[in-house]
């Protein structure tokens, strides 16, 4: 026994459900409702054929069938909208019930019947119609009369005519279907090139925001060294910018004590006069880089002969012993 179908078409939505016939009564089961864009169905015409056909021919193959009989409904439709006249009185389809019959007959749909009103009844969880209510319906596919003999190049002109129709309309559709998609592939494609990009660029930000964190830590590495290291460069300098020009040194010592952040200095050299040591210890004690300097010792030696000063007005020179701390 072959299965049957009830198909009910508006503008807004499509109702697709199996038939079971209890007694007098008609069951839907497993309905599926399919709401409609706008103007897909509009003018008394079907302006996407091919995606009414989709949605019957999914509902098919969800539900393993290959051929069904069906009893499509087409509520607020009149027969004016359904059944044409010509200027003769001569009934023929109107491009609706067409596209209609064409579907169906797509899909490997046997029609039984075509009504214009919407016979469905809710009861306790099933939706459903009967026998007698359908059986008094007009059938708007049976109301067909074709043209007479004498004259039948009219119906073939007339229905090829619907047909270029129909066809053409589903060109244009499928045509520019085809242009949206293409253009949203290409946006598609241009996003995907600014995400790949925008991922490049956050992959060269981690990158150099860990290799930053690196240098962070060999910079601090290297102050820390440098801290620990006995660096006199800041003595020296002091040191070279307070001795006087009749003074000059002949050893400089910096040492750590074990146990002793503090840097001990001793400087021991020569000068040509006392006055000279006690000037270069008072602007040396001025040095923010050196700090409780104290003199050792000044001792006064005779010129010997290979001394420089030997020949000089300086008959003698002085040697000294200066200790301090450093601050750095």
């Known amino acids: 026994m072959a299965k049957r179908l009830y198909v009910q078409i508006s503008s807004?939505?499509?109702?697709?459900?199996?038939?079971?016939?209890?007694?007098?009564?008609?069951?839907?089961?497993?309905?599926?409702?399919?709401k409609l864009r706008l103007c897909e169905i509009q003018s008394k015409a079907i302006y996407n054929i091919s995606n009414i056909f989709l949605y019957i021919k999914k509902y098919l193959h969800e539900n393993k069938m290959k051929k069904a009989t069906v009893i499509i409904s087409s509520p607020k439709i009149n027969s004016n909208f359904l059944i044409t006249q010509d200027t003769k009185g001569h009934e023929s389809l109107s491009l609706f019930l067409l596209q209609l019959i064409l579907c169906c007959s797509?899909?490997?749909?046997?029609?039984?019947?075509?009504?214009?009103?919407?016979?469905?009844?809710?009861?306790?969880?099933?939706?459903?119609?009967?026998?007698?209510?359908?059986?008094?319906?007009?059938?708007?596919?049976?109301?067909?009369?074709?043209?007479?003999?004498?004259?039948?190049?009219?119906?073939?002109?007339?229905?090829?005519?619907?047909?270029?129709?129909?066809?053409?309309?589903q060109f244009k559709l499928q045509t520019l279907e085809k242009e949206k998609l293409e253009k949203t592939k290409q946006k598609i494609d241009i996003?995907?090139?600014?995400?790949?990009?925008?991922?490049?660029?956050?992959?060269?930000?981690h990158s150099l925001q860990s290799k930053n964190k690196n240098l962070k830590k060999q910079f601090e590495k290297i102050l820390k060294t440098q801290k620990k290291q006995n660096n006199p460069k800041n003595i020296l300098l002091s040191i070279s910018k307070t001795i006087p020009d009749n003074c000059w040194l002949e050893n400089i010592k910096i040492a750590k004590k074990p146990g002793n952040k503090q840097k001990t200095i001793l400087?021991?050299?020569?000068?040509?006069?006392?006055?000279?040591?006690?000037?270069?210890?008072?602007?040396?004690?001025?040095?923010?880089?050196?700090?409780?300097?104290?003199?050792?010792?000044?001792?006064?030696e005779k010129s010997s002969a290979d001394n420089r000063f030997r020949d000089?007005?300086?008959?003698?020179?002085?040697?000294?012993?200066?200790?301090?701390?450093?601050?750095?």
Request: charged share 25%; proline share 3%; hydrophobic share 35%.
């Open 12 to 34: 807004k939505q499509i109702i697709i459900s199996l038939l079971k016939k209890r007694k007098n009564l008609f069951f839907l089961t497993k309905p599926k409702t399919i």
């Open 312 to 328: 000089t007005k300086y008959p003698k020179t002085y040697s000294f012993r200066i200790s301090g701390i450093s601050n750095t």
């Open 191 to 205: 996003v995907k090139e600014q995400n790949n990009a925008l991922q490049k660029n956050l992959r060269k930000i």
């Open 267 to 300: 400087l021991t050299g020569n000068a040509l006069d006392d006055k000279d040591i006690l000037n270069f210890v008072s602007k040396l004690s001025k040095s923010s880089k050196i700090k409780k300097l104290k003199i050792e010792s000044i001792k006064s």
């Open 106 to 169: 797509k899909a490997n749909l046997l029609i039984e019947k075509i009504i214009g009103k919407n016979i469905l009844q809710n009861g306790d969880d099933m939706t459903f119609f009967s026998k007698d209510n359908l059986d008094n319906q007009l059938d708007f596919f049976k109301q067909f009369k074709p043209p007479r003999k004498n004259k039948p190049y009219f119906w073939l002109t007339s229905t090829s005519l619907v047909l270029i129709l129909i066809t053409f309309s």
